[in-house]
């Protein structure tokens, strides 16, 4: 019974133990789990970003490989277009001296549509579209008095004037159509030799060597390259002179017009009087006589002035310079020039203007002609009519 009681008794000592194990191992496995856990949960993490950059950096490819296309294409249209459009203006100079005026125009309305004038009511549209055409123009002719214009819309006019005068239009084409020109002139002295051009270039793109070709063939083709690039360098030298005659021409009519002014203490009242300021005054009424507008600051134009003998005589060399003594002033820029720097285009000039293209470019003899006409009518004119009058 003792025995039976001691083996009953280790029996039950030994079950505590084998629970224990068995806690033990589940404990165990826990930790071992817990441990994996954590590094388990960060893989997922890393995985995830990787994978976010790897497709965000394709989207990127994609995208850069689309804008590329798209932008190649764009270029290829652009550089197309504005190819066409170049050649389609080059053929009609008709078309472009209305794209010119009229965006010109349009955009001298809108300014002086935007600006407040010195004088309400505001003019009517119709009356300042008429203005800025009219000043563009250099025409003249306006149904609002100049007095009514504030001083930030006078200088509008004055820009117009600037870029609607003969001189700056035609110092404006020769800069943007010398090659047309040229290209015009080679076809006129030498028309059997852009044929052979033609036909050199067949040639180099059928045989790409220039062996079997005729030498006398060769030889025009290499006088019209140069001829070519001659008559571009006159064409932009002369571009260069009138482009200089005319900012000349300009700045000394400011200064002489503001000097008088200056010096006149009538005329100095009589435009504070009208609210009217002296730079604004001597600047638009220099432009408007270098480029022949006509127009002035004040409603009474000239006649104001009809007791000031002197302006009205500083003011006739401008109108004169402008116009009809333009060319023969312009020959004697380039004489000057040539005279100074001692450069043979300048004779060049001189000696064969036709080849310019230039149609204020003229012969000696006419410019001769000219200046004598201008200066005979004015000094008839002013002998018949102007020493007997009350003003001198």
């Not at 007095?147 to 800069?175: A, C, K, P, R």
């Not at 002033?329 to 450069?343: D, E, K, M, P, T």
Request: aromatic letters at 10%; hydrophobic letters at 40%.
């Amino acid at each position: 019974m003792k025995t039976e009681s001691v083996a009953n008794s280790h029996n039950l000592n030994s079950k505590p133990t084998d629970l224990q194990q068995c806690r033990m191992r589940r404990f165990s496995s826990v930790l071992v789990t817990m441990q994996h856990f954590p590094s388990n949960i960060a893989m997922k993490p890393m995985l995830h970003s990787s994978e976010v950059v790897r497709t965000s950096k394709e989207k990127v490819k994609h995208l850069h490989e689309f804008l590329s296309l798209r932008l190649g294409s764009i270029s290829k249209c652009a550089n197309y277009f504005f190819r066409r459009s170049y050649m389609v203006l080059q053929r009609n100079p008709l078309l472009v001296h209305l794209i010119y005026f009229m965006s010109i125009s349009f955009t001298g309305f809108l300014a002086l549509k935007n600006l407040t004038p010195q004088h309400k009511p505001t003019p009517r549209s119709l009356d300042l579209i008429f203005t800025s055409v009219s000043t563009q123009t250099v025409s003249s002719m306006a149904t609002v008095e100049m007095e009514d214009f504030s001083d930030q819309q006078l200088w509008v006019l004055i820009l117009l004037m600037l870029l609607g005068g003969e001189v700056f239009t035609s110092m404006l084409g020769l800069h943007l159509n010398d090659r047309a020109n040229t290209y015009e002139i080679l076809q006129k002295r030498l028309p059997s030799t852009c044929k052979d051009i033609d036909f050199l270039d067949s040639v180099n793109r059928s045989w790409g060597n220039m062996e079997d070709i005729n030498p006398e063939v060769t030889t025009s083709h290499k006088q019209a390259q140069e001829s070519k690039s001659m008559n571009q360098k006159y064409c932009k030298i002369l571009a260069h002179v009138v482009a200089g005659y005319f900012v000349v021409g300009v700045i000394c009519s400011c200064l002489v017009v503001t000097i008088h002014i200056w010096t006149d203490s009538e005329a100095k009242y009589l435009l504070k009087s009208k609210n009217i300021k002296i730079w604004t005054f001597a600047i638009f009424t220099a432009v408007s006589s270098f480029v022949n507008c006509g127009f002035t600051p004040v409603n009474d134009n000239m006649s104001i002035f009809r007791k000031n003998p002197g302006f009205l005589l500083l003011v006739i060399p401008q109108i004169l310079a402008g116009n009809t003594l333009f060319t023969p002033l312009l020959r004697l820029s380039i004489w000057a020039l040539g005279r100074v720097s001692r450069r043979e285009e300048y004779t060049y000039i001189l000696q064969y203007p036709g080849e310019t293209g230039y149609t204020f470019m003229q012969q000696q003899k006419n410019a001769i002609n000219l200046v004598l006409t201008a200066v005979g009518i004015t000094a008839v004119v002013l002998c018949y009519f102007g020493w007997v009058s009350k003003a001198f």
